[in-house]
C-alpha cells in the first residue's frame, strides 16, 4: 500500500473511531446495606402501641411502623433468653446449638460453641460488626467474649441485670483484653446507645452490622432518671419510655448522617414479658409452653428506599429467620455445611408474600411442644419452663383456629378432628427429627439450683 493510501486508511479509522461510541463505564455497585438489630429482653405484645389501644404509649416505635413494616405474626426462637438469642444470631432452632435448655446461669459453664456461624461472622470481611447490650450466650470458657463469634467490639453485660455479680465487659476482636467497669443500672441502657451511635459514626462510610441489646424492660427495673416513674405504669412505663426514646435517638442520628438509606433496623424482643409486662390479649407470657403470650413479640423492620412504609404483615415468622434475610439483602451467601431452619423473608417484608414456611416449630426447651401454621396452632399440653403443669400431666389435644380466635381463648380440637391428626402427626416428626440434639442431662447449674430449693418441694 502506498504512502498516499496509507494515510487515507488511517484517517477513515480516526473517523470511525469517533463516531463508535465509548464503552459505557460499568456502573459503581449499590453499597451493601448497614444492619442494626435492636433487641429488647422481655418486651411483651402489649407493651406497645403498635397492636392496639392498650399498649403503652410508644410514638417512635409508631413512627417507625409508619415508615417501615410491622409484624403480627413474628415469632420469638424460644420463650426464654438465651436459647432465643442463639437461634436469632445463628438462624437454626437453638436445640441445635446447645443451648436449648433454660438460661445460662451465673456459675453455668454453658455457651455457643465457637463452630456456629453468627450473622456478624457471615457478614465477614465486608461488614463491621459489634455487639453493644446484654449477650447471655455463655460467659465461662470459650464462648466468651462475643468478640470469639465474629463481632468486632464488645460493651456489655454477660447475662441479664438480675444476676449478680454483675459488670460491663468490654473488649476488641484482635486482642485478649477485656476491660471491666462497674455497673450504673440507671445509666446501663444509655451507655449501649452512646456506644452504637459512636459505632455508627466511625463506621458511617462501611457496611456494619449493631446488635443492639437493651437489657430492659426485664426486671428489676432500673429507670433512667429521665423518664417518669409515676405514670399509671410506673417504673416499667417509664423504661419501656427509655426503650422508645433510644430508638427515636437512633434514627434521627442515622438520618443525620444521611445513611437512612443504606440502613435496615429491625425491634424485636428475646421472649414475651415476665411479670410486670403485657402480652396484650395474648395467652401467657415468658417461659409459658405453646400458648403465644412466650413468643409472638412486637416486629417492626424500617428501611427507607427497600421496604415500603407503613404496611403490616401476617405471614408467620421467627426470629431464625432474620440471620438468612440478613445475608440476602446484603448479597451475601449462606454459610455452607450448615443446617438453617430460618428462612429469607424478604418478600414477605417487601410484598407482604406468603410465609416460605409451612409450620414454625415452637419448644418448652429442648422439647417440641407446639405447631404454628399460617391458620392453625397445635399443641399437646400446657407447660412453664419444662414443668409440665398439674392439669395437663396425661397429655391433651389443643387446637386454635388463628383465622378467628387470634388470642388463643378456645381450643376447637372437638370439632377439627382431621386438623388435629395432621397437626399431631407433624408435631411428632418434629420430636424424632431434633431429639438426636436434646442432651441427656440438666445442666450442673440447675442441678445446683434445684437443689437449693428442693425443700420447697417436699
Not at 498516499?4 to 470511525?16: D, T, W
Not at 403480627?72 to 432465643?84: G, Q, R, V
Not at 407482604?352 to 422439647?367: G, I, R, Y
Request: charged share 20%; aromatic share 10%.
Amino acid at each position: 500500500m502506498d504512502r498516499r493510501r496509507l494515510l487515507a486508511a488511517g484517517a477513515a479509522a480516526a473517523l470511525l473511531a469517533e463516531a463508535r461510541p465509548l464503552a459505557a463505564k460499568p456502573a459503581p455497585r449499590p453499597r451493601p446495606p448497614n444492619f442494626i438489630v435492636v433487641l429488647c429482653d422481655d418486651l411483651g405484645f402489649g407493651d406497645v402501641s403498635l397492636y392496639g389501644k392498650e399498649g403503652l404509649k410508644t410514638p417512635n416505635l409508631e413512627r417507625l411502623a409508619k415508615e417501615g413494616v410491622i409484624a403480627t405474626d413474628y415469632y420469638s426462637p424460644a420463650n426464654l433468653c438465651s436459647p432465643s438469642r442463639a437461634g436469632l444470631l445463628t438462624g437454626r432452632y437453638p436445640v441445635r446449638t446447645g443451648l436449648g435448655y433454660e438460661v445460662i446461669m451465673q456459675q453455668d459453664d454453658r455457651g455457643l460453641p465457637l463452630t456456629e456461624v453468627t450473622i456478624a461472622k457471615a457478614l465477614k470481611p465486608d461488614y463491621a460488626t459489634a455487639l453493644f447490650g446484654k449477650w447471655h450466650l455463655g460467659h465461662l470458657g470459650a464462648a466468651w467474649p462475643p468478640t470469639k463469634h465474629g463481632f468486632d467490639a464488645f460493651f456489655g453485660i454477660p447475662y441479664s441485670h438480675d444476676m449478680a455479680p454483675l459488670s460491663l465487659f468490654e473488649s476488641y476482636a484482635g486482642s485478649d483484653k477485656t476491660t471491666q467497669s462497674p455497673v450504673d443500672f440507671p445509666q446501663l441502657q444509655q451507655q449501649f446507645y452512646e456506644h452504637a451511635e459512636h459505632f455508627i459514626e466511625a463506621h458511617k462510610d462501611q457496611p456494619f452490622f449493631i446488635e443492639l441489646a437493651l437489657s430492659s424492660p426485664h426486671l428489676p427495673e432500673h429507670p433512667h432518671p429521665g423518664f417518669d416513674a409515676t405514670t399509671y405504669a410506673g417504673p416499667y412505663g417509664a423504661v419501656v419510655q427509655e426503650i422508645d426514646s433510644i430508638v427515636g435517638r437512633l434514627i434521627a442520628k442515622l438520618k443525620e448522617l444521611k445513611l437512612e438509606k443504606d440502613t435496615v433496623v429491625i425491634f424485636t424482643s428475646d421472649n414475651g414479658p415476665w411479670f410486670e409486662g403485657s402480652a396484650g390479649a395474648l395467652r401467657d407470657r415468658k417461659g409459658g409452653g405453646g400458648f403465644d403470650g412466650g413468643y409472638r413479640v412486637p416486629f417492626v423492620a424500617w428501611a427507607p428506599g427497600r421496604l415500603p412504609g407503613g404496611k403490616k404483615v401476617s405471614s408467620i415468622i421467627m426470629g431464625i429467620d432474620i440471620l438468612p434475610t440478613i445475608l440476602a439483602m446484603a448479597g451475601k451467601p449462606l454459610p455452607e455445611g450448615v443446617t438453617l431452619d430460618g428462612k429469607d423473608i424478604t418478600q414477605v417484608l417487601a410484598k407482604n408474600a406468603a410465609s416460605p414456611h409451612e409450620q414454625l416449630v415452637l419448644f418448652d426447651n429442648e422439647t417440641p411442644i407446639g405447631i404454628r401454621t399460617q391458620d392453625w396452632k397445635y399443641i399437646d399440653a400446657a407447660y412453664y419452663r419444662g414443668a409440665k403443669l398439674p392439669m395437663s400431666l396425661l397429655g391433651y389435644d389443643e387446637l386454635y383456629d388463628h383465622r378467628g380466635d387470634r388470642p388463643e381463648n378456645y381450643s376447637v380440637a372437638a370439632n377439627h378432628q382431621d386438623v388435629v391428626k395432621l397437626m399431631k402427626a407433624r408435631l411428632e416428626n418434629a420430636k424424632k427429627t431434633f431429639a438426636p440434639f436434646k442432651h441427656d442431662d440438666i445442666p450442673q447449674a440447675f442441678k445446683t439450683l434445684h437443689a437449693q430449693f428442693a425443700h420447697i418441694q417436699d
